[in-house]
C-alpha cells in the first residue's frame, strides 16, 4: 500500500511560484507519478506526469513552459516547479501513483492518490 503526502500549497500573487512536494511511503521507484488539479465545482484535471526514471515527462497545454515535474527515488518525492501562476491555476492539487507504463494521463489510470494541497492565487 502506498500513501502520499502533498505539501508546498499556499495563497501567493499572480506570477509568484510555489515548488510541491509529494513524499511517498513505499517503493515507488518503479512507478509513475502525476500530478492534477481539481478546481471548484470542476472536475480532476492532468497536470503532468513523469516517468519511473524521470527520462519521460509530460505536461497539459495549459501549463506547459510554466510547471517542471522532477523526481528523487532516493528520496521517494517528487515535486512540481510552478511558475507564473495564474488566476486560474488555483486548485487543490494533487499527486497519484501509477503502476502502467507509458503516457499515462486519466485519473482512471492511477492507482494512489494523497489528499490534496490548496493553491490559491490571487490577482
Known amino acids: 500500500q502506498v500513501q502520499l503526502v502533498e505539501s508546498g500549497g499556499g495563497l501567493v500573487q499572480a506570477g509568484d511560484s510555489l515548488r510541491l512536494a509529494c513524499a511517498a511511503s513505499?517503493?515507488?521507484?518503479?512507478?509513475?507519478f502525476g500530478w492534477f488539479r481539481q478546481a471548484p465545482g470542476k472536475e480532476r484535471d492532468f497536470v503532468a506526469m513523469i516517468s519511473w526514471n524521470g527520462d519521460f515527462t509530460y505536461y497539459s497545454d495549459s501549463v506547459k513552459g510554466r510547471f517542471t515535474i522532477s523526481r528523487d527515488n532516493a528520496k521517494n518525492t517528487v515535486y512540481l516547479q510552478v511558475n507564473g501562476l495564474l488566476p486560474e491555476d488555483t486548485a487543490v492539487y494533487y499527486c497519484?501513483?501509477?503502476?502502467?507504463?507509458?503516457?499515462?494521463?486519466?485519473?482512471?489510470?492511477?492507482?494512489?492518490w494523497g489528499h490534496g494541497t490548496q493553491v490559491t492565487v490571487s490577482s
Open positions: 513505499g517503493d515507488t521507484s518503479n512507478d509513475i
Open positions: 497519484a501513483v501509477s503502476t502502467r507504463t507509458g503516457l499515462v494521463v486519466s485519473t482512471r489510470l492511477y492507482d494512489y
